[in-house]
């Protein structure tokens, strides 16, 4: 059946079923850089030899529009299934209630929760997907409230308690729990450092200390920060900076080298105020949280991040291990961290809805606070103020700081060669969208992503120093990465002669600026690659617009999310934007060494893109749609189709992370790498 969205031509099937190139496609060709014509905010210190600037832009108000591929969106078919259970009934932040000397009491029908649990086996079957397992021994909670003796549990007067939105039943002091977490064992210990060692130094806030390597025997490097910029303009819903990196004197790993394409591993710290308030909340003393301390671990590989499992001895701070080692804002709340909360809580009823949540009996409120909002660390010791646990007993139960991913925006082996570059420097260079979620401390405020907020934190710095007239270089900034992912699926497949389509959304462009800047610099492949970009608006989101080249706009199709006319319905999404280019498509995948690359968010586009591929296939080769799907099956394993998916977890209903990407894996109908960044 004919596609009403696939326009149909003299080089369809069956007018022409060898597919040719597609005609009246702009031959293009390589100019010298015209420096007058640069844009209105160029830098620079990110142009590469290759470049140059297109005078007008590659749309305007009558671009096509792109699906949403917020983050939050991505995990939705996981939380959807999650929501469709019944609420609890208790929900003590859904309205203003009157403050009753510093209490709020619990007590409802226990009816409710058996309701809320199901008779049979799928609400178990459901919650149990946000813990991984261990939830098959739901058991109602059915305390007597009408009995004289029966004591309710007092709710915690404060914003940070308030803040988890927790849900709980009929719960009192006495409430038998069953199936409790046990206790986890604490598997380290700080011990006082010999004479001979006091001698430690640490530069906490300019590179993590050397046990943290990314592949042993290899260390983080930190790398100078040579320019930082914006990308986006005001009114952006996400800002994007872009960042140049100086490894100049990144050390050899065995000739590996980077690739155009290629991804690093930034190792970010956790910011000074995060530390400093979970030192606070602790009430750790000032005077020891800068004194070096003999760590023992008793086996595992913290607090290195991909390290041997052993046994460990080795001179830090605690500062050291809490800016470097452990995740304190990434993870939702685990049981056995709930666990180590309750053990060290001094109020009763504090201890009891801790223990609570780590019980059969309150599995269902367990459930919600790990699907809802992100949780930090210090807002939980904050939401239970009397949980003072040791730092070795938290350290044990906290998830590794892990090193974050971002592909490479630029040919490595180009971008150097730049004006006004001093000395035989090389420079990388990337692109970091900002990610934001609510922030408990106050009613509107966010707090950022523990990778892109120290990025963009460096960025402001930079872009600071440089607009008071301040040389950057004076302020040293670094950023703590290593070599990562040179043999991804992007940098792997990227390469020959033949024609290439590329399909982005969002900051899934940036691999794709360093595919055509390759390209350029060699005249018989300037004129066979053609980019769609997504983007939520054009005139403030549109990533690299303007540095692609004097053709820029004849290889580059914008499509936005948002609606250029108020009332209308003719929005566009970039797999609208495929169908229409279905014959470059088709030319290109069955072209020799012909190679279509998508790179973006997971959910929604990526399923959108596929299927809009094989609509392309089943028009323009006249066959099934099973067909059709082995088809791009098969272009798949010969290295043609190549599919690179951001998977950004700032969802603010997410589940487990170990879930996430089990779910993702298994049920996405794509070959694709994940690149983890947030």
């Known amino acids: 059946m004919h596609h009403p969205n696939i326009p149909t031509t003299a080089t369809s099937h069956p007018n022409d079923p060898i597919p040719s190139e597609p005609r009246d496609i702009p031959e293009l060709s390589l100019k010298p850089s015209r420096p007058h014509e640069q844009a209105e905010h160029p830098s620079p210190q990110s142009l590469g030899e290759a470049m140059s600037w297109s005078n007008t832009n590659s749309d305007d108000s009558e671009a096509p529009l792109t699906p949403n591929t917020e983050p939050e969106r991505q995990m939705d078919e996981i939380t959807d299934k999650l929501q469709e259970l019944p609420v609890a009934t208790v929900n003590f932040n859904e309205q203003p209630r009157p403050r009753r000397a510093s209490t709020t009491l619990i007590s409802e029908n226990p009816s409710d929760i058996r309701r809320i649990l199901g008779d049979g086996e799928t609400a178990t ?156 909340v602790l009430c750790i003393p000032k005077s020891i949280r800068d004194r070096p301390v003999a760590l023992k671990t008793f086996g595992g590989r913290w607090p290195t991040i991909w390290g041997d499992d052993q046994p460990r001895e080795l001179v830090t701070t605690r500062r050291e291990l809490l800016t470097w080692c452990v995740d304190l804002q990434s993870f939702p709340p685990t049981k056995n961290l709930l666990r180590v909360l309750a053990e060290h809580a001094d109020a009763p009823n504090e201890r009891k809805i801790l223990m609570y949540l780590c019980s059969a009996q309150g599995q269902a409120a367990f459930c919600d606070l790990r699907t809802t909002s992100y949780i930090t660390v210090a807002q939980l010791l904050h939401a239970f103020p009397s949980a003072k646990p040791p730092l070795p007993a938290l350290l044990s139960v906290l998830n590794q700081l892990m090193p974050r991913f971002y592909s490479l925006s630029n040919d490595p082996h180009i971008s150097s060669a730049r004006p006004g570059l001093p000395g035989n420097r090389r420079l990388i260079e990337m692109a970091v969208t900002v990610h934001e979620a609510p922030d408990w401390h106050t009613d509107n405020g966010v707090r950022t992503g523990a990778g892109s907020g120290f990025m963009e934190r460096l960025a402001h710095s930079f872009i600071k120093a440089e607009s008071e007239g301040i040389d950057p270089g004076v302020l040293d900034l670094r950023v703590p990465m290593f070599r990562g992912l040179m043999a991804n699926p992007l940098s792997r497949q990227f390469g020959g002669d033949g024609p290439m389509v590329l399909i982005g959304a969002g900051v899934g462009m940036a691999p794709f600026r360093g595919f055509i800047l390759n390209r350029l610099k060699n005249a018989n492949c300037a004129n066979k690659i053609w980019l769609i970009q997504g983007v939520r608006d054009s005139m403030v989101d549109e990533l690299y617009s303007g540095e692609l080249g004097d053709h820029e706009r004849e290889i580059k199709k914008v499509v936005q999310s948002r609606k250029v006319k108020v009332g209308t319905s003719d929005a566009k999404y970039v797999q609208d934007e495929v169908r229409l280019q279905a014959d470059i498509v088709w030319f290109v995948i069955n072209a020799l060494d012909g190679r279509i690359f998508v790179c973006g968010s997971s959910k929604g586009m990526g399923e959108g893109v596929e299927e809009a591929l094989v609509e392309v296939a089943m028009q323009k080769g006249g066959i099934s749609k099973a067909e059709a799907h082995e088809f791009w099956n098969k272009k798949k394993e010969d290295g043609q189709y190549i599919a690179s998916f951001h998977c950004i977890y700032t969802s603010f209903r997410r589940s487990a992370v170990h879930l996430s990407r089990r779910y993702l894996t298994s049920h996405s109908s794509m070959v694709v790498t994940f690149i983890f960044v947030y």
């Open 125 to 280: 079957k459901l919650i149990s997907q946000c813990c991984g397992g261990g939830c098959c021994l739901l058991k109602t909670l059915a305390p007597d409230t009408t009995s004289p003796n029966f004591l309710p549990v007092v709710i915690p007067d404060n914003r940070a308690f308030r803040s988890l939105n927790l849900r709980l039943g009929p719960l009192a002091l006495d409430s038998e729990l069953t199936d409790t977490t046990p206790l986890p064992p604490v598997n380290m210990s700080f011990e006082k450092v010999p004479s001979v060692e006091t001698s430690h130094v640490t530069a906490v806030h300019k590179e993590p200390p050397k046990f943290v390597k990314p592949h042993p025997p290899y260390d983080v490097y930190s790398a100078p920060l040579y320019h930082a910029r914006e990308l986006t303009k005001p009114g952006a819903e996400k800002r994007t900076f872009h960042f140049d990196i100086d490894v100049t004197d990144y050390p050899d790993e065995g000739g590996v080298d980077f690739k155009v394409g290629g991804a690093i591993g930034i190792c970010p710290p956790n910011s000074q105020e995060i530390v400093d308030e979970l030192f606070d």
